[in-house]
């Protein structure tokens, strides 16, 4: 992809007009990052041009919707829009959109091609009825369409669904993966990242792609260079060294010095009391405790964060949560 | 390239696998059909062949196909004007008979809003149908207790394995492609039944390599029994809490699937303290998952798989050995096959309801139980068939609420005595004949459309229930409460038995299935 560097790399603004997550959106199967034993699958269908109904499940930012365009950019090559539908079932959900919308897809002619694709994202979200009436379709139109249905989890999808697809599992990036792309970014736009940016962004990204990318971008708006700093302060995260010192203190009993550093992270660092629990839940397993007092940690986590949902005063929660910690170390 | 589903669908009904017995029992309704004509329900799980059949079945008798299903528009007036136009006057252009077959797929499907007034439309066409009308469902206790009894069933059953790999080889040989046998047995091991799951996993598997070998069978979703086993193994005998975790995210199970996975093998391993403090964190998890179903807050998952994967690992005393046969858990069989068993209490309560003017929760809840024990083994005969009598209850939801078996002579005798009942009511116009001040209208006094028309009723408020939402609580909450009570004996006993007798095996269970429920 580096061919596409633009001349003018070297001034930060070129490359700022656009979208990077659109920018960087692989467009043929081989650029995808990852996915090192469904890319080659996905690649034999189109090579062979036998592409059967696909369901792709897994979590967001894992190149779900990406496989399933570079599917359809293969194919169809440039005029690819014209033979791929996409609609997102949660903003269109229900029973009539798969009724209509679908049909008059599949229906309306089209020359050069044997099928066309209609992409249904977070098919997950369609009632049952929906995907009942889904089901036959795909049958019915199975001559001129295929269908690629993405989900956060397979089973959240009717068996009858699920019987007439492939099902490929997309897991979370593997930190390789995302920093791959991360560097290869860089590159292409001419931003000076160090290392510790790099890897600050891949930790705040947690296996989400659209993530890193959306972080790359925006802490590159923000200076010069990318550094660590620039990263933790754009995607309010604590540096998980921070988190996992707040916690230290809190099991050797300072709990005064604990409840500091939760006042800076909220105060100064701006991070919300979910931020907390999420990166707290995220460096349990790197903190002094034994696995059952780790157990215990997360599930009184998990206390602070329902309670913080339902209206409780979050720095008191995450308090109470590390004054508790000290009790590890008594007992 | 084409779908291989669809270029191996059976074009005759010789050539339809692995039920044999469906095959020809369809063959006969349809070659007896000018006698009784009456419509047929073709029922089974997905992908055993059921609309495979309805087509091959047309084909073969050389009548013309009228299809209609779920994701055509059903309201009523569409349902009667395409199947009521087309099953009453035979087809203009087609020779011969003047015949056609009409098929309605998803007919289990007819409900929801989308559809109001659907089933019942579907109801009246079949009973006025004056052409072959087939029905194909999944669910066959999702149709309406009027319109089950208005057609002949007939049931596809899971395709066993033995009949699915030689149509996998049949397709390899026509495809060219090379194959191992294992790998073949291995396809149709990970499918289960379906057999059109089978050949999509064969046609996605064939299409990357040049042989077939069972390393090459490993497709997605479906390996997953395979995967749950290998995680159950690791949990329970020696991962560390942080291993257990996160070798957890490799398994696509659910965390609310997980859980039923783990409470159920977990005696397998544990005992005594540690079993208490892995239940204490899977209890835990449990109240994680009604909190996500409570707030729709899904981030809250995490917290359940913490406790039911970490937590359960971490209460280990010592690392376990040997080797375990872990099993589904047993409320996942149950639901296969109370599936039937719930459906008929259902309609059984839906006519009590009607009959006393209940709510169907209220018949279930309250009303059903004390019939139960009152009827129970039919001791008191006189009010076995009085009840009979007034609920129109036939053998086997009479042996549902009684506990005698259904096939049982006893049974027969007073499912007779009440049909007379029921006749001598008619005739006198009298009274009730079970609680005097009831309502008298017995489902089976001949007054057909009055009838049919409150069952729909109460069919589709019942039928707005069947919501995602619902039917997920319902899975996870009310019915894995029966895991608990449920002894696994009992479970297992019919596995493969006909859902439509399922109640047979209760023959001489005293608590019946019905019991279960409350």
């Known amino acids: ?331 | 390239m084409a779908d291989w589903t669809e270029t191996y669908r059976p074009t005759t009904l010789s050539a339809v696998r692995g039920n044999d017995k469906a095959r020809d029992a369809l063959r006969n309704w349809a070659e007896r059909w000018e006698d009784h004509r009456k419509a047929a329900i073709v029922h089974g799980s997905p992908g055993v062949g059921k609309t495979s059949a309805a087509h091959a079945l047309a084909a073969d008798m050389g009548w013309p196909v009228m299809e209609l299903n779920a994701s055509d528009d059903r309201q009523a007036d569409v349902i009667k004007r395409v199947a009521g136009e087309a099953s009453k006057t035979g087809t203009l252009t087609a020779g011969g008979s003047g015949r056609r077959l009409v098929i309605l797929d998803e007919a289990d499907n007819f409900h929801g809003n989308a559809d109001y007034g659907g089933a019942r439309e579907v109801t009246r066409v079949v009973k006025e149908a004056t052409q072959p009308v087939v029905l194909v469902a999944n669910e066959f206790y999702d149709m309406s207790n009027t319109l089950r009894n208005a057609c002949e069933t007939i049931e596809f059953r899971d395709v066993s394995k033995r009949s699915i790999v030689p149509v996998l080889r049949d397709i390899c040989r026509r495809e060219g492609v090379e194959y191992d046998e294992a790998a073949l047995e291995a396809i149709a091991d990970s499918t289960s039944g379906d057999l059109r799951s089978a050949v999509n996993d064969l046609q996605a598997v064939a299409e990357e390599t040049d042989r077939l070998t069972v390393e090459d069978v490993v497709t997605g979703e479906r390996d997953r029994t395979e995967g749950i086993f290998e995680y159950l193994d690791t949990l329970l005998k020696n991962a560390s809490a942080e291993e257990a975790l996160k070798a957890s995210y490799d398994v696509d199970e659910t965390p609310d699937e997980l859980l039923n996975w783990v409470e159920d093998n977990v005696p397998k391993e544990y005992a005594g303290g540690e079993l208490a403090d892995a239940y204490e964190f899977l209890s835990q998890a449990d109240r994680w998952l009604g909190r996500v179903r409570a707030t729709q807050e899904y981030t809250y998952w995490r917290y359940a798989s913490d406790n039911l994967t970490a937590g359960v690992a971490a209460s280990r005393r010592e690392p376990k050995g040997g080797w375990t046969r872990y099993g589904p858990p047993s409320y996942w069989r149950k639901l296969g096959q109370t599936r039937s068993t719930r459906d008929r209490r259902d309609s059984i309560a839906r006519r009590v309801a009607d009959a006393e003017g209940t709510s169907l929760a209220t018949a279930r809840r309250e009303l059903l139980p004390y019939l139960s024990a009152m009827t129970h083994h039919c001791r008191n005969r006189d009010l076995t068939v009085r009840m009979a009598a007034a609920y129109g209850l036939d053998a086997s939801e009479l042996s549902f609420i009684t506990g005698s078996g259904a096939d049982t002579n006893k049974v027969g005798s007073i499912v007779e005595d009440a049909a007379d009942l029921v006749a001598e009511q008619a005739v006198e116009k009298g009274g009730n004949a079970f609680f005097d001040a009831g309502d008298p209208s017995p489902d089976d006094t001949g007054d057909g459309s009055e009838t049919a028309e409150s069952d729909e009723t109460a069919a589709e408020s019942g039928d707005g229930q069947v919501t995602l939402g619902a039917t997920l609580e319902d899975a996870a909450g009310a019915d894995g409460e029966d895991t608990v009570t449920d002894s696994e004996g009992d479970g297992s006993a019919n596995q493969t038995d006909d859902p439509g007798s399922a109640s047979a095996h209760d023959e001489d269970d005293g608590q019946s299935g019905l019991s279960d429920f409350f």
């Open chain 1, 1 to 331: 992809m580096s061919e596409d560097a633009p001349a003018d790399a070297d001034a930060p603004a070129a490359g700022r007009a656009d979208v990077w997550i659109e920018k960087y959106r692989p467009e043929r199967l081989a650029d995808i990052k990852g996915h090192g034993d469904i890319v080659p699958r996905l690649e034999r269908y189109v090579a062979t041009d036998d592409l059967p109904h696909l369901m792709f499940a897994g979590p967001a930012g894992t190149g779900k919707t990406t496989a399933a365009q570079s599917i359809s950019r293969e194919i169809y090559g440039e005029n690819w829009r014209d033979n791929f539908l996409e609609l997102n079932a949660s903003d269109e959900r229900g029973i009539d959109v798969v009724r209509d919308r679908i049909k008059n897809f599949a229906r309306a002619s089209f020359g050069g091609h044997d099928y066309r694709i209609i992409f249904l994202d977070e098919a997950d979200a369609l009632t049952k009825d929906a995907q009942s009436a889904l089901r036959r379709t795909m049958e019915q139109f199975s001559h001129n369409t295929r269908f690629i249905l993405s989900c956060n989890y397979s089973s959240q999808i009717i068996d009858p669904i699920q019987s007439r697809c492939a099902v490929f599992r997309f897991t979370e990036l593997e930190d390789a993966a995302i920093e791959a792309q991360v560097r290869e970014i860089a590159e292409t736009e001419g931003i000076e990242v160090t290392d510790d940016g790099v890897d600050a962004v891949v930790y705040a990204a947690a296996g989400d792609m659209r993530k890193a990318i959306n972080a790359l971008q925006a802490a590159a708006v923000m200076g010069e260079t990318v550094d660590e700093e620039t990263v933790f302060a754009i995607t309010a995260t604590a540096r998980p060294e921070e988190v996992e010192a707040m916690v230290g203190r809190a099991i050797d009993g300072d709990f005064t010095a604990a409840r500091a550093a939760l006042e800076d992270l909220l105060t100064e660092r701006g991070l919300a009391g979910g931020d907390v629990v999420d990166q707290l839940h995220r460096s349990a397993w790197a903190l002094d405790l034994d696995e059952r007092a780790t157990v215990r940690l997360l599930e009184r986590l998990g206390e602070v964060d329902y309670r913080i949902t339902e209206g409780a005063n979050e720095r008191l929660q995450l308090e109470a949560m590390l004054a508790s910690l000290a009790l590890e170390h008594e007992s």
